[in-house]
Every structure is written in structure tokens, then in C-alpha cells.
């Protein structure tokens, strides 16, 4: 199966010099990539109950394996549901614990209205930035 997606300027990068990115995993809904420069994770395709589980497992080994600030690129993202940006906030929180934070790049407009509407924006730990992550 060939994907025929685009890619984007950072995935120039990936196949220039593959130790700034990895793919994680590449799932019919979502792929999820690896970043180092900065520390973080991409995310593209949607964020729904199909993939809640492969976000959280990502989340997690970013959680734990980091030793810094986390960012997280959502300008691929074409869709999140309410448990997709519980799952962020969460992670923002966990990470506060240790003095870090969860950076996320490119929010889309409706999940920036949830977390406003749900008052998560006042979430330790959790920061929105303009623009993708490059």
C-alpha cells in the first residue's frame, strides 16, 4: 500500500536526516511521528475513539521517556473528540508534576473552543503555541 499523503516541509527533513523524526506507528486513522528537534510528537488524520489508543500509548512513552517540555503537532489533524483532548490535558498535567510542560502546536479552532468551554485551558502544565512545530 503506497500512501500518497503529501509530505510536509519536516518530513523533507525525516528523509534527509532520519534521527530528527521517527514514525511511531502508522494506523489507517492516525499516524503519529516522533520529533526531536523539538522533543515531541506529530500527530496526523483523526483523534477519535479508533485511535484513543494508540494517542494515549504515544502519550504516554513521551510522558515517561522525556525529560523536558513535550510538543505536540496537531496541524495534521483533521479531527479530535472530547476523550482525544481529555487525554492531552491529562498528559499536561502529569508532566507539570516535574516542572514540564505540554506545548501544543497548531491547535485546531474547535478543540481550542473545547478546552476554553470545559475550562481546561487553566490545566497546569498546558500551553498553546501558534503555528506547527518546525
Do not use: N, Y
Not at 473552543?113 to 502544565?125: N, Q
Amino acid at each position: 500500500m503506497t500512501d500518497h499523503r503529501p509530505l510536509r516541509p519536516s518530513s523533507v527533513a525525516l528523509a534527509a536526516d532520519p534521527a530528527l523524526e521517527r514514525l511511531l506507528w502508522d494506523d489507517p486513522f492516525l499516524r503519529v511521528i516522533s520529533t526531536t528537534c523539538p522533543p515531541g510528537l506529530r500527530f496526523e488524520g483523526e483523534i477519535d475513539l479508533c485511535s484513543r489508543d494508540l494517542l494515549a500509548a504515544a502519550l504516554d512513552e513521551a510522558v515517561q521517556s522525556g525529560s523536558g517540555d513535550l510538543h505536540v503537532d496537531l496541524t495534521s489533524v483533521t479531527f479530535i473528540d472530547v476523550a482525544g483532548t481529555r487525554m492531552m490535558t491529562t498528559a499536561a498535567k502529569t508532566l507539570s508534576r516535574d516542572g514540564r510542560r505540554l506545548l501544543l502546536h497548531a491547535t485546531p479552532p474547535g478543540t481550542r473552543k473545547v478546552i476554553h468551554l470545559l475550562g481546561w485551558e487553566t490545566t497546569p502544565g498546558l500551553m498553546h503555541c501558534i503555528g506547527a512545530m518546525l
